[in-house]
Structure formats: C-alpha cells, structure tokens
C-alpha cells in the first residue's frame, strides 16, 4: 500500500527513474555503512517521503476545503426554500431516528447495572407437551436449596417467592406522635440472604452482604422508606406486614432504573422458616419460585447445566415425578426474551420493527435529498459549465458536490439535536418513558452519530454529485439543460417508493386501530358493565365470612348483587386438565359461589347453576361452557359425570369424579389473543381470590364508601382497593396500543417527510414551468385545467404507489392478525381510507405550489424571453 | 509574486551547477556536500515536483540504459522561468545586503 501511495507521487511515471535513483543511493550507502545500515536507510527516506507527502495534500486540501465552503454556504443562501426543505427533511429523520436510537439503546441497557451480569443466570424448567416445547422460570422452592447444596459452581443463589398487594404498616411513636401509616398494593418478595450479593443494587443504608440474614428483616426502595420514615432514618424501625408479621428494616436501597425486576421490598425468606418450620421454603410440590444463581468468574456453562440437570433428574425420580429438564439461562438476556416472568418485560419484535422503521424513515429522506439536488441541477448548470470550461477536473466538482451533501447532512444533524433536546419530554410523556439525551454525548455514541450523518450525506449525496458533475458546458451555456428522460424516471421511482412506504404505514396504523376498537367493543359473552372489583384481604377474619359480607353489602339500595371468586372474567386464576378418553384436555377453572353469573352477565344455556347451599355442590358439581362441551365431546352434558384424575398435587377437584349440572354461553376470559378455552366452574371454598359487586350504576360514590365500611369491619386494618371491570379489560390491549402509537407517529412523520419531497419537486416543476404556464394563461387557459396538467403527473405516481403498497401491507398486517385468535377481516375499506388519505395529502401538496404558479401573472413570467 | 525559498533556490542552483547530470541522485550529493546537512530522497523529490509545477525546472527521460537494467533516469533542467527566479532572488538577497551594510557603515 505503501508502494501505491508512492506511485501516486509522481503522476508521470516517475516512480520507475524515483525507485531507481534510489536504489542507487542504497548501493553506496550499503557499499560505504553496511547492508543492514542500507536497508534501514532505504526505509527512512521512504517514509520520509510518504510523510512530506501527506502533509503537503493536507494543505493543498485545507485551501481548497476553504474555497469549497465558500461556495456551499453561498449556494444555500441562494436556494434558502429548497435548502430549507432538504435540510429540514433531513433533520426531521434524524430525529426521530435518535429517538428510536434512545429507546432501543435503554432497552438493551437492561439489568446492566448488576455488576456481575455476565455470571447470572436463572433455573430453567422446560420440556415437551404435545409435541409443544415448554419452558418456564417458575420451579419448586427446593430446587434452589438443592442445587446450591450439591453443585459447588453455584457461589451464590437466591430465590423469589413473588408477593403482590401486601401492605406494610409503620406505627409512628417518635415525638409524641401516635399514627399509623400504611403503604399498600406492595409488590415484594421473600428472597434469600444471597440476593445482593446475585443482584446489584445501590444501598443507601445497611450492609448488602448481611442485610437479611436474620429472619423478620426487610429492605425497602428508597420511596417506601421515604413514605413510611419522612426523614427519620429507617434502619432498626419495625413494620407489620399485612397486619400479622413484624419486620425490621434492615436496609434501604435505590431502585435499579433498568431492571426486569419490579420490586419495592425485600424480606428474608429464612422468616418464612420461623412462621412455618424449618422445611418451610424447602418445597418440593409448588412450581412458583423464580430462582437466580452466581456462576464463579470462568465457569463452563454446558457442564454446569448437565450437573444440574442429572441431579434434578435424580431428585425427580426419586419422588416419583415426571422428569423435566433443568438449566441455566442467562440473565442478560432474560428481558428482552419471550420468557414469562413477574416484572418488566422487553419486547424484541417491537425493538425489530422500530428498527427498521428507523432505516426506512433514513431511507426515505435520503430519497428526498437525491431528489432534491437533482431537481435544482439546472439552476446550478452555469456554475458547472463555467467550472468546467475554466478547467476544473470532474473529479474535483464530484468531491465538492459531496462535500456539500456531507455539510447538509452535518447540519441536519445539528438541527436534528436540537429538534431531539426540544421534544424529548414531550416524547418520554407520550411513551411514558424516561429517556434523556445524556446518552448521546457519550465518545462512542456521538462519534457513531456524527460518522452517520456523514455517510449518510455521502451516500445520498453520491448520485446528485455525479449527475451534476456530468454536465456538458457547451450544453449548459446554451442553455439547453433539460432533464434527461432517465432522470425523471429515477426520481418518480423514488417518489413513488416514499409514498408506497407512507401508505403501509397508514395501512398498518388504521388497521391496529380498527383492530383494537374490536377488540374493546366485541361481545365478550358477559358483562363488565356496573361492576367493581376487588381483591380479597389476606385476612383469616375476612375469608371465615364471606356470607355475612355479602349479606351486608347487600343491605345496600344500589348494590345488587355481590360474588366472590378466584379470578374472574378477563382474568383468570387457574388451570388444569382432566383426562378424557386417555387425552389430557387443559381447560381454565374458575372457583366461584352461586352469584357468580349473575354478576357477571353469563348466560346459562342448559341445566342449572351452582347453589352453594347444597352440599353437593361443593368441589365436584361443575358448569362448563360450550367450548368445553364440544371438546370433551359430550352429547347431553348436563347430569354427566366425569373422573377426575390431577395432573400435579395441585388441584380445586380434591374429589374423583365430577359431575355436569349446567352449561354456559361461551365468554371470553382471557383478552381476544387467544382461543376460548374449555372452561369448568365450580365451588371451592379454600380458592377465593376477589370479589366482585354489581351495583345499579347510580351513586357510585355511595356504592363505594358503603362498601368499604364493611370491608373495615372485615378487615381492619386492610386497604380497600377497588376497580372497575370495564375499566380494566382495555389494557388487556396495552401493548397493542403501543404498536398503535408507534405505527400512528412513524406514518406520520414519513407522510411528513414524503409530502416535503413532493413539495420540493412541485415548486420546483412549477418554477421550471412558469413560461410554459405564462403563455397558456395568455392562450386562455383557465386556473383549473392549468393546474390539473400540473397535478396529473403526480396523481399517477400516487396510484402506482398504492399498487405496490397494497399487497405488502396486506401481508404484513394479517401476520400481526395472526397474534388474534378473534380478529377482523382486512376489509378494502381501510386500504381504500389510505389511498385516499395519501392521495389527499400529495393533491393539496402539488395544488397548492400549482396554484402558485398557475396565478402567476404571464407577464412577470414571459418578460425574461 | 512569490519569492524562491532557500531550499528552492538551493535546489536550483544544484541543477544548474550539474548541468546535464542533474538527476536526484547527484542534485542530493551535491546539496549535502555544500550545505552540510543531510537531505533526505522525499524532501528532494517533492520540492523537484513543485517547481516543475511551477515552471522552474524542467523534466525529461534520458534513453534507457543498461546499467539501470533498461530503465530511464530522470533529468531536470532549468527553464527560463527557473534562471528569472534565481535572478531576482538574487538580487533581492544583494539589496537587502546593502541596505544592512549602508546604516552599518553610516
């Protein structure tokens, strides 16, 4: 390489006599200091040269940069409406490319702050059901002892036994104070005493590697201690859980920003061994602990896993379970995979196709600079002609023309951050997201931000630079500088392609719209409406008396009726399977007392309900739906019995067989992603989880303060927290709805972006135009027809456009149906709507520079003849 | 208007000394003798460069020859430009001289 550079130093073959003559100064050198003096000498002056040499292009090239700069800022300020527009179009891509950029960079940032993030994984459980692969984090409590017990790579482990809605209650002594103050709908967990030292996290107070070794002790969030203590410091100080435990607070820490965990407290797990035995948490029957383990520094992960796995295999067998397979996971990757787990989830599909809505929105403007520079070619004309007629090689007008291009995009880039620093906290309220701009600044992010709006100048700068540089000064000077047939083509492709992307993105919006109204309004098989729901306390009092709570929300006017439930409508809690005709066939199981259809609209179709003051109905009398029906294949259901063999230990059917009083209309417990399931109801008494009130719709407010008197009475010291039905099956939909936003503002801005295009094109058509319109006008022709010759161009483009886009927005968009079991048919309504949506937008574009130039006064237009 | 400088002028004055001998080879010979210092191949042959760019000098190819195993050497000459500039250099240089020498004297 170093020889080519040498080469190029001396353009007129020179490097032949150069190589030669030094060739001869080696001969003496060698000849008078020795050959290996020689050699090193050969090699100083050789770089010397290189080095004078390069020096001397960087100042050759310095001036000429100069002169360069000069005429591009001189050539914006000329063509400040199109400069405007290119840069502008630019700048907007930008920005919203450096939006996706900080959301797909904050959501592979996740659990980074764990320092030991690369020796952290997760117990895995997996295995094959009906040909089905499975896999879950949630594993028996004993697996976690186990393993850390019998394999010596596992240096830390820690489980989590997940809790929702607890409260924690501070009873405030200090300063002669008396209060209670209490802190409910706490997500926390029991954790084992090597959690901090498996998990990072920032301790505000309290030693991480000793904090819950005791049992009875607690570490809390930052916010919790700050709502429960104020200012007081709150290590040592006791909480009661739920009104039964008393804790003590052992430590405080920051809640992570980025972490698939959403915790707010930390309790020791080795409490659960003082309330409930030593054995305690050494359970072998209930698969619902997340467990994490510490691998040492250098770890061989495939040996790892089959040490765990041959063990667990041994464990299994030993007690008679069926075999699954056991392994690691890595926690790096757990957020953003499709594993299911309590906590914040990352999705990579949506990273994916932010992804490359991010590119094509870069694509499109680039489209739009090409177009842009291009359509300006003639006002430039003279300037090249001159150039060239002075002498002015064609490589060099190339490399100004890039370099013009480069300068553009380095100013979109600037405008592009300022746009970002503008609308960034519009943007993070939108999304309901916390990004900020500091990760930019960052070396290596602003050098990749800085080298791409570079590239991307050149690239996009490339084909305009040629297509100017290739200009004919004869031609030029004649003034005969029509675009060549092969130019306009290239840029009606280009529109075309701007709006046919535009258009699926309107397509992909309106149907996700469509999609989701659907969803929300589709008859579900009961009814939400007028019904408040709550949980139930985890208070002994409370579940003792269920009757005479009912009896007494009862009592009130507007109540009518009350039911309590595990689960209910939209929100199922259980499921199981019952073997029929040697198939195991899963169906979801709701346990529910007499009220439960009544309140919740189902409808029976056959037989009778459940009426709990028959003792036969308890645990064996079920109701099943339709669906079920037609799957266990029953003729006349109703008086049927079944056996019923669990699958699993765990089960509401503690009985051996089960009979059929009744069947109900089909309703959909779960949102509209998935089929309808068979579905059993039945009573069980030690499976209640909420409890659900339908009142008249009238006096709401009354509704709710009686109840929770009552609730007070059953539950002191219990918040009582409530929702409405209807209220909360739409964010059933929550991340469809983000698809939705995504989709709504990408379509947007590349509507935006294309329009801007086409904007640019017109004027410039039109500016071209204005003698050709000049003597129309004087010919009589009238503003309408003049502007329909002006639009008819683009109105092709348009319809060419939908042509293409159709058929790719209709496959992509049945894909994402396809994640809907119930879902709406892709209907020409909504490509028509976008048509004329896209159609709409580019004839109020051209129209508007078309009427421009169609008003213009013929005699301005035709005096420079 | 720019004037030669010195290693310009050097340079020039080697070619001219060497007269139809003057290739790279002898012209960094004769520079190293006379000024003493040690001129390296890249220096040289970038400053031969500019001033045929700028006219002074002129290249041509000898003939091929044998004891280069058939290959050219380069000879520079100096142009009428080139002799200009050495010229008025000169003189400059004289001007200036007395100018330092008349306030001395005086």
Redesign the interface.
């Given at each position: 390489m170093a020889e080519r550079l040498f080469r190029r130093m001396f353009p007129d073959d020179g490097f032949d006599t150069t190589v030669c003559d030094l060739e001869e100064s080696f001969q003496e050198v060698a000849r008078e200091k020795g050959f290996f003096y020689g050699k090193i000498w050969y090699l100083i002056q050789v770089l010397t040269a290189l080095y004078l040499y390069v020096g001397l292009q960087i100042k050759g090239g310095l001036s000429m940069f100069k002169h360069n700069l000069k005429i591009t800022l001189r050539n914006l300020r000329r063509n400040k409406g199109f400069s405007f527009i290119n840069i502008f179009g630019l700048a907007v891509s930008f920005a919203v490319v450096i939006f996706i950029a900080l959301f797909i960079r904050n959501e592979l940032s996740f659990d980074r702050g764990n320092e030991h993030l690369d020796r952290m994984y997760t117990v895995m459980m997996s295995g094959e059901w009906k040909q089905q692969q499975w896999r879950q984090q949630h594993i028996i409590s004993a697996a976690g002892l186990e393993l850390s017990e019998n394999i010596p790579e596992i240096v830390k482990y820690t489980r989590f036994s997940l809790q929702s809605n607890q409260a924690l209650q501070y009873h405030d002594t200090g300063r002669g104070q008396d209060r209670n103050i209490m802190i409910t709908g706490m997500t926390f967990a029991w954790v084992d005493p090597g959690m901090f030292e498996v998990f990072t996290y920032d301790f505000k107070a309290g030693n991480p590697e000793i904090v819950l070794d005791e049992p009875y002790s607690i570490v809390l969030i930052e916010e919790v201690a700050g709502n429960l203590f104020g200012n007081e410091d709150p290590i040592g100080k006791v909480v009661t859980l739920n009104n039964r435990y008393e804790l003590t607070v052992t430590g405080v820490v920051k809640k992570p920003a980025n972490s698939h965990l959403n915790l707010n407290a930390f309790a020791s797990i080795l409490t659960i061994r003082s309330i409930r035995g030593p054995d305690a948490d050494r359970n072998y029957e209930y698969n619902s602990y997340p467990t994490y383990v510490l691998l040492p520094d250098e770890h061989d992960l495939e040996a790892v896993n089959e040490k765990i796995d041959t063990h667990m295999a041994a464990v299994y067998k030993r007690l008679g379970k069926p075999v699954v397979k056991f392994s690691l996971f890595p926690v790096s990757e757990l957020y953003l995979s499709d594993i299911l787990y309590q906590g914040n989830h990352g999705s990579k599909t949506l990273l994916w196709i932010l992804f490359t809505i991010a590119i094509f929105i870069v694509i499109i403007a680039g489209i739009n600079f090409i177009n842009l520079s291009t359509a300006r070619a003639s006002t430039r004309a003279r300037e090249i002609g001159i150039k060239k007629v002075i002498g002015v090689l064609r490589k060099k007008l190339t490399r100004q023309f890039l370099g013009e291009s480069m300068f553009v995009a380095l100013a979109a880039l600037g405008t592009a951050l300022g746009l970002a620093v503008l609308f960034l906290p519009a943007f993070n309220r939108v999304f309901t997201l916390d990004l900020s701009l500091k990760s930019l600044f960052e070396p290596g992010m602003f050098f990749c931000l800085v080298a791409g709006a570079c590239i991307i100048g050149i690239l996009a700068g490339l084909y305009p630079a040629v297509y100017l540089s290739a200009f004919q000064p004869v031609t030029v000077i004649r003034g005969d500088v029509t675009q060549g047939r092969k130019g306009t083509f290239f840029r009606k492709a280009l529109i075309v392609f701007q709006f046919a992307v535009s258009i699926i993105l309107i397509i992909g919006t309106l149907t996700i719209a469509s999609q989701i109204r659907f969803a929300r309004n589709k008859d579900l098989g009961f009814s939400a409406k007028n019904v408040v729901i709550f949980p139930q306390p985890q208070s002994g009092l409370f579940r003792r008396n269920l009757n005479s709570i009912k009896a007494e929300l009862l009592r009130h006017p507007d109540i009518r009726k009350v039911s309590f439930s595990q689960g209910y409508p939209g929100r199922p809690w259980n499921n199981e399977s019952i073997k029929i005709d040697e198939e195991y066939i899963s169906f979801t199981h709701f346990s529910v007392d007499s009220d439960f259809a009544d309140v919740y609209g189902l409808q029976l179709l056959e037989g009778r309900f459940l009426d709990l003051n028959r003792q036969s109905d308890h645990l064996r009398a079920v109701v099943i739906n339709e669906t079920a029906v037609r799957k266990f294949g029953l003729e006349s259901p109703v008086g049927t019995h079944l056996p019923f063999t669990p699958r699993g230990n765990l089960t509401a059917f503690p009985v051996e067989e089960i009979e059929i009083i009744g069947v109900v209309k089909d309703f959909h417990c779960r949102s509209l992603h998935s089929e309808i399931n068979p579905i059993l109801i039945s009573f069980n008494p030690d499976w209640m989880t909420h409890g659900g009130i339908l009142y008249s719709g009238e006096n709401l407010a009354n509704v709710v303060g009686y109840a929770k008197e009552v609730w007070k009475r059953f539950a002191p010291g219990f918040p009582f927290e409530f929702s409405f039905l209807d209220q909360e099956l739409p964010q059933m939909y929550a991340k469809d709805a983000v698809f939705e936003q995504v989709f709504f503002y990408a379509a947007g801005f590349s509507i935006l972006i294309a329009c801007l295009g086409l904007l640019g094109l017109t004027s410039y058509v039109a500016a071209k135009r204005t003698k050709e319109i000049g003597i129309r006008k004087v010919l009589g022709a009238s503003l309408s027809q003049i502007l329909i010759l002006l639009s008819t161009e683009f109105t092709a483009a348009i319809i060419l456009a939908n042509l293409i886009a159709w058929p790719v927005a209709y496959y992509l968009m049945r894909k994402w149906l396809a994640n809907f079991a119930y879902r709406i048919d892709l209907g020409i309504g909504i490509f028509a709507l976008s048509a004329l949506l896209a159609l709409g937008v580019a004839l109020i574009t051209v129209g508007w520079q078309a009427l421009k130039a169609a008003s213009a006064n013929p005699a301005h237009s035709l005096k420079y003849e | 208007m720019k004037l030669l400088s010195r290693t310009e002028e050097f340079i020039l004055l080697s070619v001219l000394f060497l007269k139809e001998q003057a290739?790279?080879?002898l012209i960094?010979k004769h520079l190293n003798k006379v000024t003493g210092k040690t001129w390296?191949?890249?220096?040289l042959?970038?400053s031969l460069?500019q001033l045929v760019k700028k006219g002074y000098l002129k290249?041509s190819?000898t003939a091929p020859l044998r004891e280069?195993g058939g290959?050219?050497?380069?000879i520079y000459t100096l142009t009428k430009d080139g002799h200009k500039a050495l010229e008025e250099i000169k003189q400059i240089e004289r001007k200036m001289w007395e100018a330092v020498l008349e306030t001395d004297g005086g």
């Open positions: - | 290739y790279s080879v960094r390296s191949y890249g220096a042959f970038i460069e290249s190819l280069r290959r050219s050497k380069r």
